[in-house]
Protein backbone atom coordinates (compact mmCIF):
# COMPACT_ATOMS: atom_id res chain seq x y z
CA UNK A 1 0.00 0.00 0.00
CA UNK A 2 2.60 2.29 1.36
CA UNK A 3 4.60 1.22 -1.94
CA UNK A 4 1.78 2.09 -4.25
CA UNK A 5 1.93 5.36 -2.66
CA UNK A 6 5.57 6.31 -2.80
CA UNK A 7 5.25 5.13 -6.61
CA UNK A 8 2.17 7.51 -6.93
CA UNK A 9 4.34 10.60 -5.71
CA UNK A 10 5.54 12.70 -8.07
CA UNK A 11 9.41 11.91 -8.37
CA UNK A 12 9.78 13.32 -11.77
CA UNK A 13 10.27 16.94 -9.89
CA UNK A 14 12.52 15.59 -7.62
CA UNK A 15 14.81 13.99 -10.04
CA UNK A 16 15.00 16.74 -12.26
CA UNK A 17 15.90 18.93 -9.27
CA UNK A 18 18.87 16.76 -9.29
CA UNK A 19 19.95 16.55 -12.13
CA UNK A 20 19.70 20.50 -12.68
CA UNK A 21 21.47 20.40 -9.44
CA UNK A 22 24.46 18.59 -10.27
CA UNK A 23 24.88 20.25 -13.80
CA UNK A 24 26.79 23.56 -12.41
CA UNK A 25 28.93 21.65 -10.32
CA UNK A 26 30.04 19.17 -12.41
CA UNK A 27 31.56 21.93 -15.04
CA UNK A 28 33.55 23.27 -12.95
CA UNK A 29 34.95 20.29 -11.10
CA UNK A 30 35.45 18.83 -14.19
CA UNK A 31 37.78 22.30 -14.96
CA UNK A 32 39.45 22.14 -11.83
CA UNK A 33 40.56 18.34 -11.61
CA UNK A 34 41.61 19.17 -15.28
CA UNK A 35 44.21 21.96 -13.75
CA UNK A 36 45.07 20.03 -10.83
CA UNK A 37 46.12 17.06 -12.15
CA UNK A 38 47.64 19.45 -14.88
CA UNK A 39 49.60 21.38 -12.56
CA UNK A 40 51.03 18.54 -10.56
CA UNK A 41 52.10 16.80 -13.64
CA UNK A 42 53.97 19.71 -14.77
CA UNK A 43 55.56 20.50 -11.14
CA UNK A 44 56.16 16.40 -11.50
CA UNK A 45 58.29 16.35 -14.81
CA UNK A 46 59.06 19.81 -14.95
CA UNK A 47 57.29 20.57 -18.27
CA UNK A 48 55.58 23.99 -17.70
CA UNK A 49 53.33 24.94 -18.52
CA UNK A 50 52.62 22.55 -21.09
CA UNK A 51 50.74 20.06 -19.54
CA UNK A 52 49.04 22.69 -17.20
CA UNK A 53 47.13 23.94 -20.45
CA UNK A 54 46.85 20.18 -22.10
CA UNK A 55 44.93 19.28 -19.04
CA UNK A 56 42.59 22.39 -18.24
CA UNK A 57 41.71 21.57 -21.86
CA UNK A 58 40.88 18.05 -21.10
CA UNK A 59 39.14 19.33 -17.56
CA UNK A 60 36.96 22.19 -19.71
CA UNK A 61 36.10 19.29 -22.52
CA UNK A 62 35.01 16.98 -19.86
CA UNK A 63 33.13 19.21 -18.17
CA UNK A 64 30.84 20.17 -21.07
CA UNK A 65 30.87 16.24 -22.33
CA UNK A 66 29.26 15.70 -18.58
CA UNK A 67 26.66 18.41 -19.04
CA UNK A 68 26.12 17.42 -22.53
CA UNK A 69 25.16 13.60 -21.58
CA UNK A 70 23.93 14.70 -18.58
CA UNK A 71 21.24 17.23 -20.32
CA UNK A 72 20.70 14.71 -23.32
CA UNK A 73 19.62 12.66 -20.49
CA UNK A 74 17.16 14.68 -18.72
CA UNK A 75 15.42 15.76 -21.96
CA UNK A 76 15.24 11.81 -22.93
CA UNK A 77 13.68 11.41 -20.01
CA UNK A 78 10.63 13.77 -20.86
CA UNK B 1 34.06 33.69 11.68
CA UNK B 2 36.62 34.59 14.21
CA UNK B 3 33.99 35.98 16.78
CA UNK B 4 31.05 33.38 16.35
CA UNK B 5 32.03 30.28 18.48
CA UNK B 6 28.48 28.38 19.05
CA UNK B 7 27.87 26.45 21.84
CA UNK B 8 28.01 22.50 22.33
CA UNK B 9 27.02 19.91 24.27
CA UNK B 10 30.29 17.72 23.31
CA UNK B 11 32.97 20.81 23.77
CA UNK B 12 30.27 21.73 27.57
CA UNK B 13 30.97 17.82 28.29
CA UNK B 14 34.81 17.49 27.14
CA UNK B 15 35.76 20.72 29.25
CA UNK B 16 33.96 19.29 31.99
CA UNK B 17 35.78 16.35 32.10
CA UNK B 18 39.53 18.40 31.46
CA UNK B 19 40.00 17.23 27.97
CA UNK B 20 40.77 19.57 25.48
CA UNK B 21 39.39 18.80 22.21
CA UNK B 22 39.95 20.53 18.62
CA UNK B 23 37.22 21.03 16.46
CA UNK B 24 38.00 17.79 14.32
CA UNK B 25 37.46 15.47 17.02
CA UNK B 26 34.48 17.58 18.50
CA UNK B 27 32.92 16.66 14.37
CA UNK B 28 33.44 12.89 14.77
CA UNK B 29 32.33 13.45 18.21
CA UNK B 30 29.24 14.68 16.16
CA UNK B 31 29.16 11.83 13.89
CA UNK B 32 28.92 9.40 16.86
CA UNK B 33 25.92 11.19 18.11
CA UNK B 34 24.26 10.70 14.48
CA UNK B 35 25.41 6.55 14.49
CA UNK B 36 24.07 6.39 18.36
CA UNK B 37 20.54 8.16 17.32
CA UNK B 38 20.58 5.69 14.21
CA UNK B 39 21.70 2.24 15.66
CA UNK B 40 19.79 2.38 18.78
CA UNK B 41 16.69 2.66 17.16
CA UNK B 42 17.10 0.22 14.85
CA UNK B 43 18.82 -2.46 17.47
CA UNK B 44 15.75 -2.04 19.69
CA UNK B 45 13.10 -2.52 16.95
CA UNK B 46 14.66 -5.38 15.19
CA UNK B 47 15.34 -7.14 18.26
CA UNK B 48 12.02 -8.12 18.55
CA UNK B 49 10.28 -8.28 15.49
CA UNK B 50 6.43 -8.33 15.28
CA UNK B 51 4.21 -9.01 12.28
CA UNK B 52 1.81 -6.54 13.64
CA UNK B 53 4.47 -3.67 14.21
CA UNK B 54 4.77 -1.52 17.06
CA UNK B 55 5.04 2.70 16.75
CA UNK B 56 8.86 2.10 16.33
CA UNK B 57 8.90 -1.02 14.30
CA UNK B 58 6.11 0.87 12.61
CA UNK B 59 8.35 4.26 11.96
CA UNK B 60 11.37 2.57 10.49
CA UNK B 61 9.32 0.13 8.54
CA UNK B 62 7.75 3.02 6.86
CA UNK B 63 11.48 4.56 6.19
CA UNK B 64 13.03 1.33 4.44
CA UNK B 65 9.58 0.95 2.68
CA UNK B 66 10.16 4.35 1.40
CA UNK B 67 13.90 4.03 0.64
CA UNK B 68 13.26 0.90 -1.12
CA UNK B 69 9.98 2.64 -3.19
CA UNK B 70 12.41 5.40 -4.44
CA UNK B 71 15.41 2.81 -5.15
CA UNK B 72 13.07 0.88 -7.32
CA UNK B 73 11.35 4.53 -9.13
CA UNK B 74 15.08 5.67 -9.98
CA UNK B 75 16.46 1.90 -10.58
CA UNK B 76 13.99 -0.75 -11.51
CA UNK B 77 13.55 -3.78 -9.55
CA UNK B 78 17.17 -5.04 -9.64
CA UNK B 79 17.88 -1.14 -7.57
CA UNK B 80 16.74 -3.31 -4.10
CA UNK B 81 20.10 -4.53 -4.31
CA UNK B 82 21.74 -1.35 -3.47
CA UNK B 83 18.96 -0.70 -0.74
CA UNK B 84 21.68 -1.38 2.21
CA UNK B 85 23.99 0.98 0.64
CA UNK B 86 21.84 3.67 -0.40
CA UNK B 87 19.40 3.65 2.32
CA UNK B 88 22.36 4.35 5.13
CA UNK B 89 24.17 6.40 3.32
CA UNK B 90 20.57 8.31 3.18
CA UNK B 91 19.70 7.82 6.80
CA UNK B 92 23.11 9.01 7.51
CA UNK B 93 23.64 12.43 5.54
CA UNK B 94 19.91 12.66 7.06
CA UNK B 95 20.51 12.89 10.67
CA UNK B 96 24.17 14.98 9.96
CA UNK B 97 22.04 17.19 8.14
CA UNK B 98 19.50 17.93 10.59
CA UNK B 99 21.41 17.47 14.02
CA UNK B 100 22.66 21.12 13.26
CA UNK B 101 19.66 22.04 13.90
CA UNK B 102 19.51 20.65 17.67
CA UNK B 103 20.38 23.79 19.62
CA UNK B 104 23.84 23.10 21.02
CA UNK B 105 24.81 20.17 18.22
CA UNK B 106 26.65 20.55 14.95
CA UNK B 107 25.93 19.35 11.48
CA UNK B 108 29.26 16.45 10.91
CA UNK B 109 28.53 17.32 7.07
CA UNK B 110 29.60 20.83 7.05
CA UNK B 111 33.18 19.60 7.63
CA UNK B 112 34.43 18.90 4.38
CA UNK B 113 36.27 15.30 5.44
CA UNK B 114 32.66 13.88 6.50
CA UNK B 115 31.04 14.81 2.72
CA UNK B 116 34.39 13.24 1.17
CA UNK B 117 34.03 10.11 3.22
CA UNK B 118 30.62 9.93 2.13
CA UNK B 119 31.42 10.46 -1.74
CA UNK B 120 34.72 8.63 -1.56
CA UNK B 121 32.22 5.17 -0.49
CA UNK B 122 29.96 6.25 -3.62
CA UNK B 123 32.97 6.49 -5.98
CA UNK B 124 34.50 4.07 -5.27
CA UNK B 125 31.56 1.23 -5.15
CA UNK B 126 30.21 2.65 -8.15
CA UNK B 127 33.25 1.48 -10.06
CA UNK B 128 33.40 -2.05 -8.05
CA UNK B 129 29.57 -2.55 -9.44
CA UNK B 130 30.52 -1.42 -12.80
CA UNK B 131 33.29 -4.09 -12.68
CA UNK B 132 31.26 -6.70 -10.81
CA UNK B 133 27.92 -6.30 -13.29
CA UNK B 134 29.69 -5.85 -16.84
CA UNK B 135 33.19 -7.71 -16.08
CA UNK B 136 36.47 -5.55 -15.98
CA UNK B 137 37.43 -5.08 -19.99
CA UNK B 138 33.68 -4.53 -20.65
CA UNK B 139 33.45 -1.53 -18.27
CA UNK B 140 36.41 -0.14 -19.27
CA UNK B 141 35.77 0.21 -22.53
CA UNK B 142 33.58 2.41 -21.83
CA UNK B 143 36.15 5.10 -20.97
CA UNK B 144 37.57 4.58 -24.43
CA UNK B 145 34.93 6.35 -26.10
CA UNK B 146 32.84 5.11 -29.33
CA UNK B 147 35.45 5.46 -31.75
CA UNK B 148 38.92 4.03 -31.58
CA UNK B 149 41.25 7.04 -32.89
CA UNK B 150 39.44 9.42 -30.39
CA UNK B 151 40.71 7.05 -27.83
CA UNK B 152 43.82 9.08 -26.56
CA UNK B 153 41.42 12.21 -26.37
CA UNK B 154 38.45 10.55 -24.34
CA UNK B 155 40.16 8.49 -21.98
CA UNK B 156 41.81 11.78 -20.05
CA UNK B 157 38.49 13.30 -20.66
CA UNK B 158 36.43 10.04 -19.21
CA UNK B 159 38.94 9.64 -16.23
CA UNK B 160 38.41 13.38 -15.42
CA UNK B 161 34.53 13.35 -15.51
CA UNK B 162 34.33 10.09 -13.32
CA UNK B 163 36.82 12.26 -10.63
CA UNK B 164 34.66 14.73 -10.71
CA UNK B 165 31.65 12.94 -9.83
CA UNK B 166 32.64 12.97 -6.04
CA UNK B 167 34.70 16.35 -5.68
CA UNK B 168 30.94 18.10 -6.95
CA UNK B 169 29.36 15.51 -4.60
CA UNK B 170 30.88 16.59 -1.67
CA UNK B 171 31.38 20.51 -2.36
CA UNK B 172 28.11 20.21 -3.21
CA UNK B 173 26.48 18.63 0.31
CA UNK B 174 29.36 20.38 2.06
CA UNK B 175 28.75 23.38 0.92
CA UNK B 176 24.83 23.90 1.45
CA UNK B 177 25.45 22.61 4.92
CA UNK B 178 28.24 24.92 5.82
CA UNK B 179 26.49 27.89 4.14
CA UNK B 180 23.09 27.07 5.68
CA UNK B 181 24.59 26.27 9.11
CA UNK B 182 26.35 30.10 8.71
CA UNK B 183 23.29 31.71 8.09
CA UNK B 184 21.94 30.23 11.02
CA UNK B 185 24.83 31.17 13.29
CA UNK B 186 24.42 35.00 12.58
CA UNK B 187 21.01 35.52 12.65
CA UNK B 188 21.14 33.91 16.29
CA UNK B 189 23.78 36.29 16.77
CA UNK B 190 22.05 39.26 15.73
CA UNK B 191 18.53 38.44 16.74
CA UNK B 192 18.35 35.08 19.34
CA UNK B 193 14.34 35.74 19.06
CA UNK B 194 11.95 34.00 16.48
CA UNK B 195 14.12 35.68 13.40
CA UNK B 196 16.10 33.03 12.60
CA UNK B 197 13.01 30.32 13.00
CA UNK B 198 11.76 30.47 9.53
CA UNK B 199 15.65 30.30 8.31
CA UNK B 200 15.16 27.27 10.35
CA UNK B 201 12.28 25.83 8.47
CA UNK B 202 14.13 26.47 5.25
CA UNK B 203 16.85 24.65 6.65
CA UNK B 204 15.13 21.83 7.18
CA UNK B 205 13.87 21.42 3.89
CA UNK B 206 17.38 22.18 2.43
CA UNK B 207 18.45 19.10 4.65
CA UNK B 208 16.30 16.92 3.13
CA UNK B 209 16.85 18.19 -0.30
CA UNK B 210 20.54 17.99 0.02
CA UNK B 211 20.72 14.68 1.46
CA UNK B 212 18.13 13.59 -1.32
CA UNK B 213 19.77 14.96 -3.82
CA UNK B 214 23.15 12.83 -2.59
CA UNK B 215 21.56 9.58 -2.53
CA UNK B 216 19.70 10.75 -6.29
CA UNK B 217 23.09 11.14 -7.37
CA UNK B 218 24.64 8.27 -6.39
CA UNK B 219 21.75 6.34 -7.44
CA UNK B 220 22.23 7.67 -11.31
CA UNK B 221 25.80 7.00 -11.05
CA UNK B 222 25.81 3.21 -9.89
CA UNK B 223 22.69 2.96 -12.06
CA UNK B 224 24.62 4.15 -15.06
CA UNK B 225 27.66 1.62 -14.61
CA UNK B 226 25.79 -1.32 -13.48
CA UNK B 227 23.88 -1.02 -16.64
CA UNK B 228 26.53 0.95 -18.60
CA UNK B 229 24.04 3.34 -20.48
CA UNK B 230 20.48 2.32 -21.98
CA UNK B 231 21.99 2.00 -25.51
CA UNK B 232 24.59 -0.88 -24.88
CA UNK B 233 21.83 -2.65 -22.90
CA UNK B 234 19.43 -2.47 -25.97
CA UNK B 235 22.50 -3.38 -28.42
CA UNK B 236 23.22 -6.17 -26.12
CA UNK B 237 19.63 -7.55 -25.61
CA UNK B 238 19.72 -7.26 -29.60
CA UNK B 239 22.49 -9.53 -29.76
CA UNK B 240 21.11 -11.72 -27.90
CA UNK B 241 18.05 -12.43 -30.21
CA UNK B 242 20.57 -12.98 -32.76
Known sequence: ?78 | MEGLESFSWIHFFSQKLGLHLTSEMELVAMTWVVMLILVIPSLLATRRLRSVPGPLQNVLEFLVESLEGILEAMMGWRGRRYLPLIGSLALFILGCNLLGLIPGFHSPTNNLNTTVACALVVFFSTHIIGIREQGALRYLKHFVGPVWWLAPMMVPVEIIGQLARPVSLSVRLFGNIFGEDTVLLILLALVPLLIPLPMMVLAIFTSCVQAFVFVMLSMIYIAGAGEGGHREKMESQEGRKE
Open chain 1, 1 to 78: MRLVMMKGFDLSGWKQIGYLASLGLNLVAATAIGLAIGYHLDKWLKTSPWLLMLFLLFGIAAGFVNLFREVHRLRGDD
